[in-house]
């Protein structure tokens, strides 16, 4: 298992197009992957999970991965997180 805390710096935080990037990245891999803010966890490759966690800039979060290639995961999906550009695919 990777844990990884991170502070968003993507302008608009994990919010509509950022949070659909990130979550077609988190979905390119085996790990399952999970996203805590507070107490509230939700499952890094759910629309629905991600936007109801209320992920703005400068929050600080906890990303989990846990399989088979969790450290590629956690190491790609937190460049993602730390950049200041919103990437679309």
Do not use: C, H, P
Not at 8 to 22: C, D, E, P, W, Y
Not at 53 to 70: C, F, M, N, Q
């Amino acid at each position: 298992m990777v844990v990884r805390e991170i502070t968003i710096k993507n302008r608009s935080g994990l919010q509509s197009k950022s949070a659909a990037v990130f979550i077609q990245k988190a979905s390119g891999y085996k790990s399952d992957i999970w996203v805590e803010k507070d107490e509230r966890k939700a499952n890094a490759k759910s629309l629905l999970g991600l936007l109801s966690l209320g992920i703005g800039s400068g929050t600080r979060i906890k990303v989990t991965a846990e399989g088979e290639d969790e450290t590629e995961a956690a190491e790609e999906l937190e460049k993602y997180l730390i950049s200041d550009a919103i990437e679309i695919m």
